[in-house]
């Protein structure tokens, strides 16, 4: 007998009077509202000019959407069951984040190089805020009863509907609600982003490297935690074997930033038509 649990929404439909809307592309779309919120803030604090999240925002929104639905299809789409016409149904789920970060991060740095802008304090300066949108966005897996975990009988566990669950656990009602550990992750990994650059004198690039190793990190165990069919390696998924080789990619790199000489200061981050700069060397790792 349960207890207590976190219950389930029966839909992933919120209405706005006679306004339906998806509470999963609700969530990401606030996700990128506060994380571009928050970079073009932190970019602005660090000198860079005005304007630029804004500027290159359309394009990297763009890039990290397809380039989340594109890393889904290949590692996790059912194409048995959602076919041709279901690749383009984002709005049920199915965008990954390493995907939407990867594609994200590509569009950054070639704006980035036009715009002769420093890529190590850009990087810095939208890590924080991405990380923010990971933990809001989450909560659109919560919506739509997807990427929970195994059964438990833990007083958290979160309800899941018998047309949700995986086959092997049509008997079980709730599961381990991995979408909140990870939101809540998500949260530490951001206060701990800017206690460091609080309390540190950082490098260019080192923000973002231990955003990497942070989230990565605590993603490997959620990924063991996780029920839902995936591509799997030597009989571990995919995407945990993914998390632990970043997380270890990431760390050599953050303390690589840390060790390498530099004299120039990352005071110069602005470049328009008018005026543009060759980039300083800033430690941040070649585009």
Known sequence: MMTAYIPSPAKGILHLGPIPLHAYGLCLAIGVLVAA??????????????GVIGEI????????????RVYHLFTGYNWDQGGIAGTLKIWQGGLSIW??????????????HRKHLAKGMLLDA???GVVLAQAIGRWGNYFNQELFGRPTKLPWGLEIDVAHRPAQYLAYKTFQPTFLYESLWCLAVFGVLMW?????RTRPG????????LYTFGRFFFELMRSDPATRVLGVRFNALLSAALCVIATVWFVALARRATSVEPSIAMSDEDHTVDEPDL?????
């Open 37 to 50: 919120s928050v970079a073009e803030r932190r970019w602005e604090a660090k000198g860079g000019r005005p």
């Open 57 to 68: 925002g359309v394009a990297v929104v763009i890039s990290g959407v397809i380039g989340a």
């Open 99 to 112: 995907g939407a970060v990867g594609g994200g991060v590509i569009a950054l740095l070639v704006e980035a």
């Open 126 to 128: 939208v890590a924080p």
């Open 196 to 200: 460091l650059e609080h309390r540190f």
């Open 206 to 213: 080192q923000t973002f490297a231990l955003y990497v190793a």
């Open 283 to 287: 430690g941040a790792p070649a585009s």
